[in-house]
């Protein structure tokens, strides 16, 4: 199975996540600029910024070749929302992109909220839910 993690993060918090992902895994993660030919899943990597998505990601979800990526399972940190996953779900429902209905969140630093996360036990419970979703 190929897999591929590719990230979005302006201040580190989803990065984190990213490299745990990784490191479960076995790949490297990538920010979202490293070309990316095929993958069976792409763990894509995004945070919420004043409600949206960077733009960065926006693009990336609508160039991104639906023939060569199979199964695109998100992951992302943010401080008040819960999740990316319902922005990057309306792109890739637009796209016809395959998108998991699972997906991986926790809370992250921002400012004085949830500081020190993600945390060592959010990078423990990204690491274990890598493992469960290519089992
Ligand atoms: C400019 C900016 C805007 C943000 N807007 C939101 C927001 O609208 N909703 C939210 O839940 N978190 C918001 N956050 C918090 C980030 O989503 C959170 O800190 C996230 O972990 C940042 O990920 P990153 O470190 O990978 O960039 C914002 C953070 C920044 C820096």
């Known amino acids: ?55 960065a990601v926006v693009s990336y979800l609508r160039n991104l070749d639906k023939t060569s990526i199979s199964l695109i399972i998100p992951f992302s940190t943010t401080a008040i929302v819960k999740s990316s996953y319902p922005l990057i779900k309306k792109i890739a429902d637009e796209q016809h992109l395959k998108l998991s209905e699972e997906h991986f969140f926790c809370k992250a630093q921002a400012g004085f909220l949830h500081k020190g996360r993600p945390n060592r036990h959010d990078l423990e419970q990204a690491k274990a839910f890598a493992l469960r979703m290519t089992q």
């Open 1 to 55: 199975m190929e897999l591929a993690i590719r990230y979005f993060s302006r201040t580190g918090n989803t990065r984190k996540l990213a490299f745990a992902l990784g490191e479960a895994l076995g790949i490297e993660a990538k920010d979202l600029n490293e070309p990316l030919e095929k993958a069976d899943i792409l763990f894509l990597g995004s945070a919420v910024y004043g409600a949206k998505l960077d733009d």
